[in-house]
C-alpha cells in the first residue's frame, strides 16, 4: 500500500472514531493530513473510503489470525473486535451500523473472506463448524467481550466444534442400514 493511501485510510479510522460514517471528504483529509485533490485521486465518494477503511480493517484482522492454532486465532480476533476503536465510537454514536455490520452475508466480499480464512484454520484443527464461529464473532461486534468471557467462550467452542469429517447423508445412511 503507499505511503498516501495507507495516510488516507488511517485518516479515514481517524474521522470515523470522531464523527461516525457520517464523514465528509474534507475531514479525512484534514485526518490525513493531505490534501483534498490527493484524497480524491484515489477515492471519489465517502462510501469509497467507507469501503477501504472496512477492507483495511478486515485485512488487519485475517493477517493477524492466519497461521495461528485455532483457539489462539479465535481469542486475538474476539479481544481485537471487543476492544477495536473504531467499533466502538460506532457503537456508541451510530448502533445501527454495528448491527449493519455484524450482519453475516456470505455474498459480501468481506464476510466471504472471513469465512475463507477461519475454514482455513478450521480445516487445518480438523474441525467444521464455521457458522457457530461467525456467529460468535459477529455478536463481538454487537456486544463485545472481555477477556475473561473470551477465553471461556473460546474454551465451549473447541470443546463444541464438530470434527471435519465428511457430513451424513441420510437417505443413503438409512439404505445402507
Do not use: C
Not at 19 to 41: D, E, F, H, P, R
Not at 55 to 71: T, W
Not at 142 to 158: H, R
Request: charged letters at 20%.
Amino acid at each position: 500500500m503507499s505511503r498516501s493511501r495507507a495516510a488516507l485510510i488511517a485518516g479515514a479510522r481517524r474521522a470515523v472514531e470522531v464523527s461516525g460514517t457520517k464523514i465528509s471528504m474534507s475531514q479525512v483529509a484534514t485526518a490525513a493530513g493531505v490534501a483534498k485533490a490527493t484524497l480524491y485521486n484515489h477515492f471519489r465518494t465517502r462510501d469509497a473510503v467507507l469501503a477501504a477503511l472496512l477492507d483495511h480493517e478486515v485485512d488487519q484482522l485475517l493477517r493477524h489470525a492466519a497461521g495461528r492454532p485455532l483457539d489462539e486465532a479465535l481469542r486475538l480476533t474476539a479481544d481485537a473486535l471487543s476492544q477495536h476503536s473504531v467499533l466502538l465510537a460506532l457503537a456508541r454514536r451510530e448502533p445501527a451500523t454495528i448491527v449493519r455490520l455484524a450482519r453475516i452475508d456470505n455474498t459480501a466480499p468481506n464476510w466471504h473472506r472471513v469465512r475463507g480464512t477461519l475454514e482455513q484454520l478450521l480445516s487445518a484443527s480438523n474441525r467444521g463448524g464455521a457458522d457457530t464461529v461467525l456467529r460468535w464473532l459477529a455478536s463481538l461486534l454487537v456486544t463485545p467481550g472481555t477477556e475473561a468471557s473470551i477465553s471461556a467462550d473460546v474454551a465451549v467452542l473447541m470443546a463444541g466444534l464438530p470434527s471435519a469429517q465428511a457430513p451424513v447423508d441420510p437417505f443413503h445412511a438409512l439404505l445402507s442400514r
